[in-house]
T-cell receptor, first 112, second 116 residues
Framework: EAGVVQSPRYKIIEKKQPVAFWCNPISGHNTLYWYRQNLGQGPELLIRYENEEAVDDSQLPKDRFSAERLKGVDSTLKIQPAELGDSAVYLC??????????FGPGTRLTVL | AQKITQTQPGMFVQEKEAVTLDCTYDTSDPSYGLFWYKQPSSGEMIFLIYQGSYDQQNATEGRYSLNFQKARKSANLVISASQLGDSAMYFCAMRGGYSSASKIIFGSGTRLSIRP
């Protein structure tokens, strides 16, 4: 089966610009996660979806971050406007209710 | 509050030797799950092994085993017969409760380098 697909793989923008990341999870995996991974650290959860419903967005900086998962499949994470401190790798993951989460390759964001 | 601690920022091991990566955790949940992930330079997180807090046996998956010591709140990863391809970042993680409804938190990772 195909894995988790993320695009773009790399993005360089200037501060105050908007940016969007896209994720296509594994077919049939109803739970979708967005994580942010800063350099030298482990991933930190931003938001979790069960189908199209965001069930945990407590760590999402809502003043500039937004996410959506239309039809409970693909998901988009947006930052507007981006700040220097947003430079990180943004990881998408999914699971089907089992213990194993499947991660995508991530999008490396650099904000100049 | 839940917490995962990995005290080894980096390790060097000779090829074919066994290696133990340390992980301690803290939680007030009576049931929880512990995970180990591998992150090679390509960036993708790869699931390695899982241990439930009520599991009687230590989890094993091929060359990976989890040395679970509940009283000490430790969940060390043991890799037997290390290979060059094992060079990567390794993250310990924990989920409070057994269902996927609980959030997973990750440690800061250990960078493992295998010497030929």
């Amino acid at each position: 089966e195909a894995g988790v697909v993320q695009s773009p793989r790399y993005k360089i923008i200037e501060k105050k610009q908007p940016v969007a990341f896209w994720c296509n999870p594994i077919s049939g995996h109803n739970t979708l996660y967005w994580y942010r991974q800063n350099l030298g650290q482990g991933p930190e959860l931003l938001i979790r979806y069960e189908n199209e419903e965001a069930v945990d967005d407590s760590q999402l900086p809502k003043d500039r971050f937004s996410a959506e998962r239309l039809k409970g499949v693909d998901s988009t994470l947006k930052i507007q406007p981006a700040e220097l401190g947003d430079s990180a790798v943004y990881l998408c993951a999914c699971d089907s209710g089992s213990n194993e989460q499947f991660f995508g390759p991530g999008t490396r964001l650099t904000v100049l | 509050a839940q917490k995962i601690t990995q005290t080894q920022p980096g390790m060097f091991v000779q090829e074919k030797e066994a290696v133990t990566l340390d992980c301690t955790y803290d939680t007030s949940d009576p049931s929880y799950g512990l995970f180990w992930y591998k992150q090679p330079s390509s960036g993708e997180m790869i699931f390695l092994i899982y241990q439930g807090s009520y599991d009687q046996q230590n989890a094993t998956e091929g060359r990976y085993s989890l040395n679970f010591q509940k009283a000490r709140k430790s969940a060390n990863l043991v890799i037997s017969a290390s290979q060059l391809g094992d060079s990567a970042m390794y993250f310990c993680a924990m989920r409070g409760g057994y269902s996927s409804a609980s959030k997973i938190i990750f440690g800061s990772g250990t960078r493992l380098s295998i010497r030929p």
